[in-house]
């Protein structure tokens, strides 16, 4: 009977998506961990803080205040208009809150807007290295990702000529840009942001911009695709510069036109974001002071590693614009990103991302270290990479 029923449920073809190699590395960091070992953890990409304390007030009286029923779909109305003021306070920009839609962080936002804008079977570009779950979301739902290999020479991000070739090799319906991006932390400047937002919308692709990262920029500031055009996707979430990855509320600035659309998705696919998270997430807003302190903490720590992995014996990385992760080349030691980061978290206890996840081919060469950790981590991190390359 057992035997039937395993030959009866298949998975479905689309939910054939490669995993996550990082999720392995964790594993193995864990199992590590319960005989004792301590690892110093730089492959999980989020914050080592916890939400702002005013997050943490408004949650706990909210708790003993409410019903926490269901919100509007598109977010409770005081959110949106919290986000939407954000814009004008933190870039000059005014942002109608009804193009505000709340969601379960960003990747739930990736979803809508994939659904809303794109067809089954429209092919939508994405960087690589870039995101996995980009390409895999996409794919899940029935998308086709094109991957664009960036280089160097465009910061690594993908330009207006560079998706423009790609259009012309195969027509593109859309593309999704990040500034700062995962895994490189790299940025685009304004010029280019807006160079890729143009021949975009001019060739009819339309663009989808992550840009949970911003907050978390230090070699400039970075610019938001809603100051050139009104048309594109905007996907942003509290993870990251508010410190708030567990409690899943992210939010997206949507066209006029596809509000209506992503309303009657959220319906059924959710019903509503979790009310709490959308309270906690409102007050967030309030604890500017903490939050910039948690940014000045990464960019110490990125100042650690940038001036002490060179002399432990890892000097070649991408710019570390933005974000909180180092992409660094690693071909002088390995041409198999997955073994070296095996042996790196066995043989020195430190766990980093092999660059295989964000791109199949040239990620062989690269691991991505994520310095959302304590300082003291990353010190002793930088002193086990540099005694253990001493040693290969
Ligand atoms: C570039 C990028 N986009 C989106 C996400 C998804 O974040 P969340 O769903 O927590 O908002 C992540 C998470 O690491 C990310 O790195």
């Known amino acids: 009977m057992l035997e039937r029923a395993r030959q009866l449920i298949q998975p479905s073809g689309r939910s054939n998506v490669p995993p996550f190699m990082v999720m392995d590395v964790m594993a193995a960091a864990a199992r590590l961990e319960t ?4 690892i110093i953890h730089m492959e999980v990409g989020q914050p080592a803080a916890g939400a702002p304390v005013s997050a ?30 954000a814009y004008a306070e933190w870039k000059g920009l005014d942002i109608d809150p009804e193009r505000v839609v709340v969601t379960t962080g960003s990747s739930a936002g990736f979803m809508l807007a994939f659904l809303a804008a794109f067809e ?15 390409r895999h979301i996409l794919s899940a739902l029935g998308c086709e990702p094109a991957g664009i290999a960036t280089t160097a020479a465009t910061r690594w991000a993908i330009t207006g000529e560079t998706l423009l070739n790609a259009h012309r090799a195969r027509p593109l319906n859309g593309v999704v840009i990040a500034s700062p991006a995962n895994p490189t932390g790299t940025m685009m400047t304004a010029s280019v942001l807006e160079d890729v937002i143009r021949s975009a919308e001019d060739a009819g692709i339309t663009v989808v911009s992550d840009e949970i990262y911003h907050g978390l920029d230090y070699a400039f500031r970075a610019d938001c695709a809603a100051r050139f055009s009104p048309r594109a996707i905007i996907v942003n979430s509290f993870s990251k510069y508010f410190c708030m990855t567990g409690w899943r509320v992210g939010w997206m600035i949507v066209p006029p036109s596809l509000v209506r659309a992503v309303e009657r998705l959220q319906q059924n696919l959710a019903i509503s974001v979790p009310t709490l998270a959308q309270i906690a997430a409102a007050a967030a807003f309030d604890d500017r002071a903490e939050l910039e302190d948690v940014r000045h903490g990464y960019e110490e720590n990125r100042r650690i590693l940038l001036e002490g992995l060179p002399q432990a014996g890892l000097d070649s990385f991408l710019p570390a614009d933005g974000a909180f992760y180092l992409y660094t080349d690693v071909s002088r030691f390995s041409t198999d990103s997955f073994a070296f980061a095996k042996r790196m978290l066995e043989e020195a206890g430190v766990a ?5 996840d964000f791109d199949p081919q040239r990620g062989q060469n690269f691991l991505r270290l994520c310095y959302a950790g304590s300082r003291e981590d990353m010190r002793r991190a930088v002193e086990r990479i540099g005694a253990w390359l001493k040693k290969l």
């Open 56 to 85: 943490i007030a408004a949650a706990r009286a909210a708790l003993s205040k409410s019903a926490l029923g269901y919100t509007e779909t598109l977010g409770m109305p005081a959110l949106r208009r919290r986000i939407a003021r």
């Open 35 to 38: 005989q004792g070992r301590r």
């Open 120 to 134: 089954a079977g429209n092919r939508v570009a994405t960087a690589l290295p870039g995101y996995p779950p980009y």
């Open 352 to 356: 980093a991302t092999p660059g295989v």
